[in-house]
Nanobody, 114 residues
Framework: QVQLVESGGGLVQAGGSLRLSCAAS???????MGWYRQAPGKQRELVAR???????NYADSVKGRFIISRDNVKNTVYLQMNSLKPEDTAVYYC?????????WGQGTQVTVSS
């Protein structure tokens, strides 16, 4: 069992930046780690993902603005969010996926004011 704890959310003005962190209770070097978000009334969507080998992919809506990274020594995944827009407002969730093992954090709120 891997527990994930997100942090770093908050209120920021449009154009600003935030850095989200996801701390895992166990070793995650083999896991594909992802950040997802869910806005009110919308489905949860993938924001960014990074494999154990470091391959990344991003939602089109955040390409060029967000960067996902991982530190396998600290068992932590980060999401650097720049040039934030009001439409980025959502609860952001961390996910760890390896075969049948699929873990989620409790989420952290990001609110971008215009």
């Amino acid at each position: 069992q891997v527990q994930l704890v997100e942090s770093g959310g908050g209120l920021v003005q449009a154009g600003g930046s935030l850095r989200l962190s996801c701390a895992a209770s166990g070793r995650i070097f083999s896991f594909t780690m992802g950040w997802y978000r869910q806005a009110p009334g919308k489905q949860r969507e993938l924001v960014a993902r990074i494999t154990g080998g470091g391959t990344t992919n991003y939602a089109d809506s955040v390409k060029g603005r967000f960067i996902i990274s991982r530190d396998n020594v600290k068992n932590t995944v980060y999401l650097q969010m720049n040039s934030l827009k009001p439409e980025d407002t959502a609860v952001y969730y961390c996910n760890a996926l390896l075969s049948v093992y699929d873990y989620w954090g409790q989420g952290t709120q990001v609110t971008v004011s215009s």
